[in-house]
């Protein structure tokens, strides 16, 4: 059988290229927990807001946008914003940019939402540099420069952030704005997989399968399947679920297989739909009624803990049974 699916996905940017998508910036307003919220220090906020106080003044775009102690208004926000940005605040700039490219109490405009997070980037701040890598990638607002794109994302990932190390792992993966080298897509890879960043872990379990800048390892690449399994990768399940199948880092195992199959199944995955069809020609009923009860217990604990454990011992047969007439 063919229960093969090995296709290399981004994040919030999917970048052109082989085996790949495109999407769009899409990230949220800075929210600060502490802010309180009663009409009181509302109204007192407006006041020191309206004498030029830049703090208040982006307190004030934060409570609009988020709703907090006041209808959200993303009108207001985006006023409150634009005057606290103007007078320099690093975050007021970010969201700024956010708001345009989200079209959130404004028409969409990628070019004044680049503006923005260009203002903010330069002051090194990270989600403004990541957000400016997505835009160079997809061309929104700026003309498509995976070069510059690469530029932010390295600024970005050099202070941690997860998903600028993850994007600049698929530029090296796809030799886009820098010659193809995977090795340096799996450093920047396990960075982010180190943080607990699924695709990235889905990543690195392709790149070992495959062998691609690594030497070929099916057990290294079911371990990091397993941890973008256990997030809910769908990819990443139906992957594992064929190794389980074809006895690669583990020894076969169609009830497992037919486990990870199921859930990434019962959520759309086309692959997945076909490879449970193609699992169940291998079992015995017994088999697949256990495989159906695993997949619901590891769905109730959020996919954790998913290995077999508890599961009802019987013989795994790799020949269909005959049919009683």
């Known amino acids: 059988m063919s229960v093969k699916s090995l296709t290399i996905y981004l994040f919030t940017v999917f970048l052109m290229g082989i085996g790949v998508a495109q999407a769009m910036v899409n990230v949220s307003p800075i929210h600060e927990e502490s802010i309180t919220s009663d009409q009181e220090s509302l109204m007192w906020r407006k006041m020191i807001a309206i004498h030029g106080n830049a703090r208040a003044q982006y307190t004030l775009g934060v409570i609009y946008a988020q709703g907090q102690g006041a209808p959200q208004d993303y009108y207001e926000s985006l006023k409150w914003f634009r005057l606290a940005a ?4 690093t975050l007021a700039q970010l969201n700024l940019g956010v708001m345009y490219a989200n079209g959130q109490g404004v028409m969409r405009d990628y070019e004044s939402a680049a503006d923005w997070f260009h203002l903010a980037a330069a002051k090194r701040n990270a989600l403004a540099q990541y957000s400016l890598g997505v835009m160079y990638s997809n061309g929104q607002g700026v003309e498509q420069s995976f070069e510059l794109a690469k530029k932010w994302y390295q600024l970005a990932a050099e202070q941690g952030h997860v998903r600028a190390r993850f994007n600049l792992g698929v530029l090296y993966n796809n030799g886009q704005g820098v010659e193809q080298d995977y090795l340096e897509a799996i450093r920047w890879y396990s960075l982010s997989a180190a943080q607990g960043f699924a695709r990235s872990q889905f990543n690195l379990g392709q790149m070992y399968e495959e062998g691609g800048g ?9 371990k990091w399947y397993q941890m973008a399994a256990a997030q809910g990768y769908l990819q990443a399940q139906n992957n ?3 190794l389980y199948a074809e006895g690669r880092g583990a020894p076969q195992d169609y009830v ?3 486990m990870w199959f199921k859930m990434a199944a019962s959520r759309g995955v086309m692959t997945a739909q076909r490879n449970l069809i193609e699992s169940a020609k291998m079992m015995i009923p017994p088999q697949i009624i256990e495989a159906q009860r695993m997949a619901r217990d590891c769905e109730m604990r959020d996919y954790k803990g998913c290995d077999g454990h508890g599961r009802v011992a019987m013989p795994i047969s790799i020949t269909p049974q005959p049919q009683s007439n």
Do not use: F, I, T
């Not at 103007?86 to 605040?89: A, M, N, P, R």
């Not at 070929?216 to 079911?222: F, N, R």
């Open 86 to 89: 103007q007078q320099g605040s």
């Open 214 to 222: 690594v030497k070929q390892d099916y057990g290294e690449s079911l």
């Open 240 to 242: 594992l679920g064929r």
């Open 256 to 258: 497992l297989a037919y």
